[in-house]
C-alpha cells in the first residue's frame, strides 16, 4: 500500500465528501470533514514512520546522458557594417560585388 497511498488518501476524501453531503452536510462543510479525516491519517502515518526509524524512499538513479565535451567559448565576431550600418561582405570575399555608388538605400 505504501506506493498507493496519496491516491488512497484522495479516494477517501472524495468517498468521506460525498457521504458526508448524502447525510445533508452543505459541499464545503464535507469538504472540510474530508480534508481533516484525511490530514490526520497523513499525520498519524508520519508519525509512526518518524518512530520506526523508516527512511525516507530513495529515488532511482539516472544514468547521466552521454556529452560531449564542451568547446571552449569563443564570442561571436562582430559583423562588419558599412557607415550607414549595411552588411558588408567578409573582407577578401569575392562573390559579392562591391556596394555600386549609384544605388542608394531607402530612407
Do not use: C, N
Request: glycine share 6%; net charge positive.
Amino acid at each position: 500500500m505504501a506506493e498507493h497511498f496519496y491516491p488512497f488518501l484522495g479516494i477517501l476524501f472524495v468517498v468521506i465528501t460525498f457521504f458526508a453531503m448524502s447525510f445533508g452536510m452543505r459541499w464545503d462543510e464535507s469538504g472540510v470533514i474530508g480534508l481533516w479525516v484525511v490530514g490526520i491519517i497523513f499525520f498519524v502515518r508520519q508519525v509512526v514512520r518518524f518512530i520506526k526509524g523508516e527512511p525516507a524512499p530513495k529515488k532511482p538513479e539516472r544514468k547521466p546522458l552521454a556529452s560531449l565535451p564542451s568547446p571552449k567559448y569563443t564570442p561571436p565576431a562582430l559583423p562588419r557594417v558599412s557607415k550607414d550600418f549595411r552588411p558588408m561582405p567578409p573582407e577578401g570575399d569575392k562573390r559579392y560585388p562591391p556596394p555600386s555608388p549609384f544605388i542608394k538605400p531607402p530612407k
